[in-house]
């Protein structure tokens, strides 16, 4: 599978704006949603803005799962630094309907004040049919920031 990760733009002016997601603290999800979402980068900026998320079903609950074991890691070879966590799984996945992107957002408990990060395209749709589905993050991490 190929997978891509944008991030919103919102995203990258919250954190240098001095209004950051604190990546390594804060409740970090991501939520899966089927092809008919059109991700805009340019203007979805809270989870609300996100639609046709796979309905919570068997193994997948509304607003997806937490990234666990985040870690922010300054790079002083490369200088940057990098965000990464564990990756993700979802157990024995059937959803209700194939899903194309994954949305990763800090979860306040509010759709309207939950601010998005990235979107993940898997490039296709992707349907696990009862089967584990698992979010490998990329070995640079989620995201690295030079």
């Known amino acids: 599978m190929v997978a891509t990760i944008t991030h919103y733009n919102s995203f990258i002016t919250r954190q240098l704006n001095g209004n950051a997601i604190d990546l390594d603290t804060d409740t970090i999800k991501v939520a899966l949603v089927t092809s008919t979402y059109v991700p805009n ?24 799962a937490a990234i666990g074991s985040k870690t922010v890691t300054q790079d002083d070879v490369n200088n940057g630094a990098t965000f990464d ?3 993700v799984t979802w ?21 309207a004040t939950s601010p998005l ?3 993940i395209d898997f490039g296709a749709n992707q ?8 979010i490998q993050w990329h070995a640079d991490g989620i995201a690295y920031i030079r």
């Not at 609300?48 to 796979?54: C, G």
């Open 127 to 134: 349907n696990p049919g009862g089967n584990n589905f698992t």
């Open 85 to 87: 966590g564990a990756d």
């Open 41 to 64: 980068q340019d203007t979805h900026d809270f989870f609300d803005d996100i639609t046709n998320e796979l309905a919570a079903t068997g193994n997948y609950t509304a607003g997806g």
């Open 117 to 119: 990060i990235a979107y």
């Open 91 to 111: 157990t024995a996945l059937t959803p209700s309907a194939a899903f194309r992107y994954g949305i990763i957002y800090k979860d306040t408990g509010a759709a």
